[in-house]
């Protein structure tokens, strides 16, 4: 007769293995998590720059200076330069750049603006309109201030004929550059209320229309060039309490914007 061997003992100690091969894997995976938590966000940053401008074809920061990523000399194999391109000092360059150009611009329509002061105050001088109109440059542009008493009769909208001539002869002046002009009506404090106008808002603003039609109509400056404000009493160049000052603020404003107000104003001057 075979005699039977008999069965070992189950071992209650097995789960401690599962569990030790747990435990170690967990360990391992809390050391993936924190190694990859370390990566210099710079760093990564520049290698996803550079591997994308290798897989899109282009040039990037690969053929630049910056020596992100180079062959190893004499081999095949590349390795990664730690060293990031500068994007700010780039972006620092562009906006310099930008700032330099607007400069120049800004420059250059002034100096124009200055040649155009030039012109019409020889004008104003060789037809004695010296003391009935001024003239200054301002962050507005070139604004050229005409007195009331040589456009208006008094509590009047309608151009004098004798002064029709010389609106024109701005108008045309002005449209020798590709800005946007505004013209404004200015009035006094002393109201006014008649059947034609109830207020100096009124007034004012009929008077900028009216100019601005004769600037369309007579010297070719096109309308959308062109807009009317009336300000009434409330924009005074001097005080009301003096009938020299009161002079001084019944007045027409014919401006030439400055070029930074073209897009402000969303219009395009060459349709």
Known sequence: MIREEPESPENAERWLLSYADFITLLMVFFVVLYAMSQIDANKYETLSHSLNAALSGGTGILDSNSGVISPDSGGDSYHLSLSPPSSSTAEEAANATEANQHTAADTSEVQSMEKLEGVLKTYFAEHLLENAASMNIDERGLVISLNDTILFDL???????????????????????????????HTDNLPIKTAQYASNWELSATRATHVVRLLIDQANVPPQKLSAVGYGEYKPVADNVTTEGRGRNRRVDIILLSGRYNELENIDINR
Do not use: C, F, H, P
């Open 155 to 185: 509590g009047s909208a309608e151009i004098k004929s004798d002064s029709r001539r010389t609106v024109v002869q701005v108008g045309e002046a002005l449209n020798t550059l590709d800005n946007y002009i505004r013209v404004e009506g």
